[in-house]
C-alpha cells in the first residue's frame, strides 16, 4: 500500500496561485497514474488531473490553467494551479495506482488516497 501525504492547501484570491504536493512512500512506478482529484461541498469528487509516464491528463475546465508534474526521485507529484477561480474551491485529494490502467479519469483505478488539502478560493 503506498502512503500518501498532501500540502500545500490554502486561502487565495481569484487569479491567484497555489501549489500542491502529494509525497508518496511505498512501491510507486512512474508508469503507474498518480492524480489529483477534488470534491466541493454537497458533490461527488471527481477527475482534475493525472500523470503516467511524460503523459498527462486534465479535465476541460483546469486545461490551461493547472498543470500536474512528478519528480520520480521524490516520488512527489505536483499540481501547480495558476488563474484559481471560486469555482475550484474544494478539498484536493492525491491518489495512486498500484499497477498501470488506461482508465485515467476514474476514481476506482486508484487504490491509494491522501486525507485532502483544503483549497478556498473566495468570490
Known amino acids: 500500500q503506498v502512503q500518501l501525504v498532501e500540502s500545500g492547501g490554502g486561502l487565495v484570491q481569484a487569479g491567484g496561485s497555489l501549489r500542491l504536493s502529494c509525497a508518496a512512500s511505498?512501491?510507486?512506478?512512474?508508469?503507474?497514474?498518480m492524480g489529483w482529484f477534488r470534491q466541493a461541498p454537497g458533490l461527488e469528487r471527481e477527475f482534475v488531473a493525472a500523470?503516467?509516464?511524460?503523459?498527462?491528463y486534465y479535465r476541460d475546465s483546469v486545461k490551461g490553467r493547472f498543470t500536474i508534474s512528478r519528480d520520480n526521485a521524490k516520488n512527489t507529484v505536483y499540481l501547480q494551479m495558476n488563474s484559481l477561480k471560486p469555482e475550484d474551491t474544494a478539498i484536493y485529494y492525491c491518489?495512486?495506482?498500484?499497477?498501470?490502467?488506461?482508465?485515467?479519469?476514474?476514481?476506482?483505478?486508484?487504490?491509494?488516497w491522501g486525507r485532502g488539502t483544503q483549497v478556498t478560493v473566495p468570490s
Open positions: 500523470i503516467r509516464g511524460v503523459s498527462t
Open positions: 511505498g512501491r510507486t512506478s512512474s508508469m503507474y497514474p
Open positions: 491518489a495512486a495506482a498500484k499497477s498501470y490502467t488506461n482508465s485515467i479519469y476514474l476514481r476506482g483505478s486508484y487504490d491509494s
